[in-house]
């Protein structure tokens, strides 16, 4: 049973249930009986944990252990209660801030009593999805993909989710994936709730609106605001290429991976001014400085664009098999210089000159001529053609009438 409850603006989600199924039978059977357990979604900041729990002896100890997704990472605290043969304790897990955790991830906990008499009663496995209690949402599969949404045509989210579903079949070629672990989108309507719900970057990027989602790898879940095929391709290929490339040792620039996601976006190419404009200027970015996106709002769009314009190159120019190689070693562990040496046979830097010759070669970066230049210089080279015509003319009259005579009387 569910109720929700909202309290100064906070949305709280009250779940509450006895014990189930065949653990519940032995927790029936044990000294060390729980009553009650709930947890409550105080979004987007905490999930709070209480439990009541009885025990022929007085209860001395209650471990609460918890993890995220199905993480390898455990994680366990001990909640307030005061020791008894019948006890309430409670626990809270922060989920915003520094603790930030993302919606639409599945938080799986239990509880270890311990008594006085040395019994000990490990409680069954508790599992709820974490998102925001105020709306209803509903779940779409397509593929490897799920979609959690809320307010929205359900028609068009299922025709959005099979374009994508359909969209990753290239992304996995590309990098190899036979099979992949299913992705999860979490899609939030407005920019009011994209704030309450996308982690905090700074002030700034909020008050800009800089980012349209957000990739979680280790979560393997992306949260966007609206229902746009290309952001959701994008995110999706951040979470692949996660996959593809998941050694400790590897590192993907962020050039490199900002560039694949967007390779993939069927508008990408309305990014091109913008490196146009950059090349026209000198402000281009140097790709060895591209290894993480920059703080500076004002550099993102151009960090985006030129990441886009790079990996356009590199997939158009090479093919798709080079860059499939690249992302294997990559996952090999080789550092990007190393990857780009030993698949494209030249080094970063020769890359990024290759491509900037490509760019040069595709945008008329000359300025254009002033009209009134132009004018003068044509004035000025009629002119001289001019009088060189009038000066061999004269010589031709002369030519043709012969030697002249001389006034000897002048």
């Not at 709930?38 to 007085?58: K, M, R, T, Y």
């Not at 970063?348 to 003068?376: I, M």
């Amino acid at each position: 049973m569910s109720t929700l409850t909202i309290i100064a603006g906070v949305a709280i989600a009250i779940l509450t249930a006895g014990p189930l199924g065949p653990a519940a039978d032995v927790e029936r059977l044990s000294p060390i009986r729980v009553l009650t357990h709930s947890h409550e979604v105080e979004f987007p900041d905490q999930v709070v944990f209480n439990l009541e729990a009885e025990s022929d002896s007085p209860i001395t100890e209650v471990q609460f252990f918890y993890r995220l997704a199905d993480r390898n990472i455990q994680a366990y605290g001990y909640p307030d209660f005061s020791s008894d043969r019948r006890v309430s304790a409670e626990f809270s897990i922060k989920t915003g801030g520094s603790s930030y955790v993302p919606t639409g991830v599945d938080i799986e906990y239990f509880y270890r009593i311990t008594d006085a008499a040395g019994n000990m009663l490990e409680t069954e496995h508790f599992t709820f999805e974490y998102r925001d209690p105020r709306y209803t949402w509903s779940e779409v599969r397509r593929g490897d993909l799920v979609v959690l949404s809320h307010n929205l045509s359900r028609d068009s989210v299922e025709r959005v989710a099979e374009e994508v579903a359909q969209g990753l079949t290239g992304i996995k070629e590309l990098f190899g994936l036979d099979e992949v672990s299913p992705i999860k989108a979490v899609i939030v309507n407005g920019r009011r709730e994209a704030q309450r719900v996308f982690p905090y970057t700074s002030e700034t990027a909020d008050r800009l609106h800089l980012f349209a989602g957000f990739a979680f790898g280790e979560y393997r879940l992306f949260v966007a605001q609206g229902l746009s095929k290309d952001t959701m391709m994008h995110e999706s290929t951040h979470l692949l290429l996660d996959q593809a490339v998941s050694s400790p040792l590897a590192k993907v620039p962020a050039w490199l991976n900002e560039g694949l996601a967007m390779h993939f976006e069927a508008g990408a190419r309305g990014r091109a001014p913008v490196v146009e404009q950059a090349a026209r200027s000198n402000r281009l970015l140097r790709l060895k400085n591209m290894g993480s996106v920059p703080g500076r709002p004002r550099e993102v769009s151009l960090f985006y664009a030129q990441a886009w314009s790079t990996v356009d190159h590199m997939v158009e120019t090479y093919g798709a098999e080079r860059m499939s190689a690249l992302v294997s070693a990559l996952e090999d562990g080789d550092k990007i210089d190393e990857a780009v040496l030993t698949t494209y046979g030249f080094t970063l830097d020769e890359l990024e000159q290759r491509w900037k010759s490509e760019l040069l070669g595709e945008t008329t970066l000359a300025p254009r001529p002033d009209p009134a230049t132009v004018g003068t210089s044509s004035l000025i080279s009629g002119a001289v053609l001019f009088a060189i015509a009038a000066t061999a003319w004269r010589w031709v009259l002369r030519w043709l009438r012969g030697p002249q005579p001389v006034d000897e009387g002048a």
